[in-house]
């Protein structure tokens, strides 16, 4: 996301509050990184966009990630620090659910799903003149026969379970009574991240669910250094911040498949420091292989390096 060079405050990342405008008003002509949003708001209506599109493709299980590290904590889930932080987190929700319905042009019944009965109440009455239904992964039936779309929104550790038989029973449902299957969208899940004492077969249970989404948005800040982005249809994409452009971003790579782990770890130091970043060189000039000494630093210092911006 391209960031603005002034003071950050809370109403930035306010769904309704405007771009903020760049210090750098330079007309640059067609670049990369103009694929990114310029707002919370305009990140939201890109995940909106592209997960109609994959709907109507096909892809009726679609996943999006909006992590802003203002409300993310990678291992945590959602952080509020500031005063209307948990009315601005959800309000995101809002956004996207309203923006998916315009961009589908759905006439039908649109179905949210929170994570736990007190946020569902608490929305239910703040937000009265929502134009789709609310209820909860704890409600004995969260969603209706008539529901044409599901929303999952942000789904945590507590209410996996939860949240895997729902997707399960709704699927099954469809395929007992030779229906066409449903969309379901799972908003910021946070299933498996970071929990402490989750059981390997526990992870794999979760890791081998969430396969059968397909990832339309996602957008994962690299700590102060630059973004990890994907829009369905398109490629996985890594930017890192220009130094002399602030608020621009270089595109380092395309791929296919998520980029993560070692393999991000390296294009990132490559990309901010140089090419052959933390090779060792000998004194002929030639790059020599790194120790096994060296080796077992540089990854301890790249899960150091990357366990505050990403949780793989």
């Not at 960031?3 to 109403?11: G, K, L, M």
């Not at 949240?163 to 399960?168: D, E, G, H, P, T």
């Not at 299933?191 to 890791?207: A, K, M």
């Given at each position: 996301m391209a960031?603005?060079?002034?003071?950050?405050?809370?109403?930035q990342f306010d769904v309704n509050a405007a771009p903020v405008p760049l210090d750098n008003n330079e007309d640059?002509?067609?670049?990369?990184?103009?694929?990114l949003p310029n707002s919370l708001a305009d990140s939201i209506d890109q995940a909106a966009q592209a997960t109609a599109e994959a709907i109507q493709r096909g892809n009726m299980r679609c996943q999006v990630e909006l992590h802003l590290p203002e409300f993310w904590d990678p291992i945590s889930g959602p952080i509020f620090p500031n005063r209307g932080d948990q009315e601005r987190f959800w309000r995101m929700t809002r956004r996207f659910l309203e923006q998916l319905a315009i961009s589908l042009g759905s006439t039908g019944y649109i179905r949210a799903v929170y994570p736990d009965a007190g946020v569902a109440a608490m929305l239910s009455h703040q937000w009265a003149d929502r134009q789709f239904n609310i209820s909860s992964l704890n409600d004995r039936k969260p969603v209706d026969a008539d529901d044409d779309l599901v929303v999952i929104a942000c789904p945590d550790p507590p209410g996996a379970e939860e949240?895997?038989?729902?997707?399960?029973t709704m699927g099954q449902q469809a395929e007992t009574e030779g229906a066409l299957d449903r969309p379901i969208v799972l908003f910021n899940q946070r299933?498996?991240?970071?929990?402490?004492?989750?059981?390997?077969?526990?992870?794999?249970?979760?890791?081998q669910f969430l396969q059968n989404f397909t990832v339309t948005y996602s957008l994962r800040p690299i700590g102060e250094i630059g973004s990890v982005y994907r829009r369905y249809p398109e490629q996985w994409k890594v930017f890192v911040e220009e130094e002399k452009l602030p608020g621009r971003y270089r595109l380092i790579k395309e791929s296919a498949?998520?980029?993560q782990g070692e393999a991000l770890d390296f294009l990132i130091r490559e990309a901010?420091?140089?090419?052959?970043?933390?090779?060792?060189?000998?004194?002929?000039?030639?790059?020599?292989?790194?120790?096994l000494l060296s080796q077992l630093a540089r990854t301890v210092g790249s899960l150091s390096y990357f366990m505050k911006s990403l949780g793989n």
């Open positions: 960031r603005a060079t002034t003071d950050e405050s809370a109403t640059l002509g067609p670049r990369d990184d103009d694929v949240c895997m038989r729902l997707v399960r299933l498996s991240s970071g929990d402490v004492g989750l059981g390997l077969n526990s992870r794999r249970i979760r890791s498949t998520r980029p901010v420091e140089g090419p052959g970043a933390g090779a060792e060189v000998g004194p002929d000039g030639e790059v020599k292989q790194p120790s």
